[in-house]
């Protein structure tokens, strides 16, 4: 049992609360899902738990977190530099040694869906695409024979049957799990615990949730509280304002009547100031019952994103006519026969297993149409560092090479996606992964681009944020190249999904 106490947290550099009096008890059954809006601090809350050095250098905290006789798994959202740099084997052999459990191994290459001789190579994990890197750390902590398993996004990159995979071993692995995703799906089918963390007021006021139920129940009932508190504090403050309306009335007349009386009528006199103390009184009653009133739904204030109307593609037009006889990486012959057409507003998805090349083909396809000036093509590439300028601010990267108004444009737009003053001007290392996102979808937005080159786009989105990113995408008037494994996003954005394969693109029909 994991036992959290009181704890609290806050971020060094602007000392910026995330955080207050955090408590919680991981208990045998628990499927804990952690949501919140990018930045919110769940991967921090996350490393706290299973080891406070992974944030001393950034953050502050204060409590108790219990995790006497309780052996913990972590899965992180990246490797490490240097365990990139490591042999598999060698990898592998931190955690078990591979030779006494052969048995393990193989039970955990078949889970997942790894060649079991791949456990056993000496090329880098670095080499290993981002799906097969994620795949490598979950057998990893498997074989740590773990009580408690915590996972940072563990869907990121990893390929739609392996995602399935998961899903049923979170729900059957028989100890407790807590982890951070932004996959909607996961966490619907697999949490029966919602920890929700805001930021509310600007990201002045932290808040807390935890609800014991699933997600989409969760969801429905906050909406249907919120709903409620609003009906109830609109109608309290109609009455109030009826009352005040009322009051002044008869204040209005008395005050009148007080000014009109002549001295001759001090009975009358003594009357009317007997009235005016009591229509005093009763101004005193309404102004404590306005404080008693039941407040507005304070609630995290959600993003706002769409593309311009212009950004669009005609009907019939070709966007891409595409063959590519083999798709290689080094020696490695990855697909042949590779063909793929894109007319008009095409919404176009690519899936497939991980290291089947899906990202190698859609950089290859960016090549191919980013110097087209026929279209306005814009490209955002699975790895945020190839474009972004990690000590650069998010106000240098949307404003890079634009007008004035443009940059204007872009003050407002980072604004609409709940970034603060001090974020706009600060270090995009410092930003969350969901918050870097934000930053290539805005720049696509400015360029005005009618061709979106996509890879991965909602991996970083919180389930709160993902549904903005998707009826935007859904909307967009242009045509859309991707590759992706949110199933959600593959239903309700694309028109057209091809599976890559050995054999070339093969279109499937159901996900």
């Keep these: 049992m994991l036992q959290i106490r009181h704890v609290s947290f806050s971020i060094k550099q602007n000392f910026r609360e995330m955080l207050r009096d955090f408590t919680f008890t991981l208990n045998p059954g628990d499927r804990a899902a952690l949501i919140g809006e990018e930045g919110?601090?769940?991967?921090?809350?996350?490393?706290?738990?299973?080891?406070?050095?992974?944030?001393?250098?950034?953050?502050?905290?204060?409590?108790g977190i219990d995790r006497?006789?309780?052996?913990?798994?972590?899965?992180?959202?990246?490797?490490?530099?240097?365990?990139?740099?490591?042999?598999?084997?060698?990898?592998?052999?931190?955690?078990?040694?591979?030779?006494?459990?052969?048995?393990l191994l193989a039970e955990a290459a078949a889970r997942f869906q790894i060649p079991l001789e791949l456990f056993y190579e000496e090329r880098p994990v670095g080499t290993l695409s981002g799906g097969e890197r994620v795949k490598l750390q979950l057998v990893r902590i498997l074989l740590e024979r773990p009580d408690v398993l915590l996972l940072d996004e563990p869907t990121n990159d990893i390929d739609l049957a392996t995602i399935r995979e998961l899903e049923d071993f979170i729900l059957t692995c028989g100890f407790p799990v807590l982890y951070v995703s932004h996959d909607e799906e996961l966490i619907e089918k697999t949490a029966n615990v919602i920890i929700h963390i805001e930021q509310l007021r600007k990201k002045s006021l932290p808040r807390h949730t935890?609800?014991?139920?699933?997600?989409?129940?969760?969801?429905?009932?906050?909406?249907?509280?919120f709903a409620h508190q609003e009906q109830m504090a609109r109608k309290e403050r109609a009455e109030q304002k009826a009352r005040e309306e009322r009051w002044r009335q008869i204040y209005d007349r008395v005050d009148h009547e007080q000014a009109a009386i002549s001295r001759g009528n001090p009975s009358g006199g003594r009357l009317l100031k007997k009235k005016m103390k009591s229509v005093k009184a009763q101004e005193r009653r309404y102004a404590r019952e306005a404080k008693e009133m039941t407040e507005m739904p304070d609630t995290e204030e959600a993003i706002f994103f769409d593309f311009t109307a212009g950004a669009?593609?005609?009907?019939?037009k070709t966007v891409l006519s595409y063959a590519l006889p083999e798709l290689r990486v080094g020696e490695r012959v990855l697909a042949r026969e590779i063909r793929l057409e894109i007319t008009g507003p095409q919404h176009v998805g690519i899936v497939g297993a991980n290291g089947a090349g899906k990202t190698t083909l859609l950089r290859l396809l960016a090549e191919e149409l980013l110097p087209r000036r026929d279209i306005r093509a814009g490209y955002m590439p699975q790895d945020y560092t190839d474009r972004l300028a990690l000590a650069g601010s998010p106000m240098d990267f949307v404003s890079a090479g634009h007008s004035r108004e443009e940059i204007t444009r872009a003050l407002t737009y980072l604004g609409s996606m709940r970034y603060t003053h001090e974020e706009m001007l600060g270090r995009i290392s410092a930003l969350s992964g969901g918050q870097k996102a934000k930053l290539f979808f805005l720049d696509l937005e400015i360029q005005g681009c009618n061709v979106l080159i996509l890879d991965e786009p909602t991996r970083n989105f919180s389930p709160l944020s993902g549904p903005v990113i998707r009826t935007s995408l859904r909307n967009f008037g242009g045509a859309i190249l991707s590759v992706s494994h949110?199933?959600?996003?593959?239903?309700?954005?694309?028109?057209?999904?091809?599976?890559?394969?050995?054999?070339?693109?093969?279109?499937?029909?159901?996900l």
């Design 210 to 225: 935890i609800a014991r139920m699933g997600y989409r129940e969760y969801i429905a009932g906050r909406q249907d509280a």
């Design 486 to 510: 949110d199933r959600k996003y593959l239903r309700e954005v694309c028109d057209t999904v091809y599976e890559l394969t050995p054999d070339g693109l093969r279109r499937i029909f159901e």
């Design 312 to 316: 669009e593609i005609p009907r019939g």
């Design 40 to 63: 919110c601090g769940k991967s921090t809350l996350l490393k706290l738990i299973y080891d406070p050095e992974l944030v001393a250098d950034y953050a502050e905290w204060e409590g």
């Design 68 to 103: 006497s006789g309780v052996r913990m798994s972590y899965l992180s959202q990246e490797i490490t530099e240097s365990d990139k740099k490591r042999g598999i084997y060698d990898y592998l052999c931190r955690s078990v040694d591979p030779a006494e459990d052969a048995a």
